[in-house]
């Protein structure tokens, strides 16, 4: 079955970086596009990054120039960094997969302290 898990969240000071992985199983990761979302407290679960089997990626506006979202097809892992991390930030991190329907991980925490 597919499995997602993601790893790498923690509290940061604003300014820092962190780099989120998500290690994906149970289906034929390298042709398939990935994304990752968030959601903040008391808010709607968004959009971050995508990026397709082929490599292209796009991006929230909000994290244009400041995450990048990369792909390992041999370890079947996608990662995010995210640099020059903001308070707004904060929120859990989820790894996406959509056939049919769509998969999550179970989300990794990101806090970004002031």
């Known amino acids: 079955q597919v499995q997602l898990v993601e790893s790498g969240g923690g509290l940061v000071q604003a300014g820092g970086s962190l780099r989120l992985s998500c290690a994906a199983s149970g289906f034929l990761f390298s042709g398939n596009a990935m994304g990752w979302y968030r959601q903040a407290p008391g808010k709607q679960r968004e959009l971050v990054a995508r990026i397709s089997g082929g490599g292209s990626t796009n991006y929230a506006d909000s994290v244009k120039g400041r995450f990048t979202i990369s792909r390992d097809n041999a370890k079947n892992t996608v990662y995010l960094q995210m640099n020059m991390l903001k308070p707004e930030d904060t929120a859990v991190y989820y790894c996406?997969?959509?056939?049919?329907?769509?998969?999550w991980g179970r989300g990794t925490h990101v806090t970004v302290n002031s």
């Open positions: 996406n997969y959509n056939y049919y329907r769509e998969y």
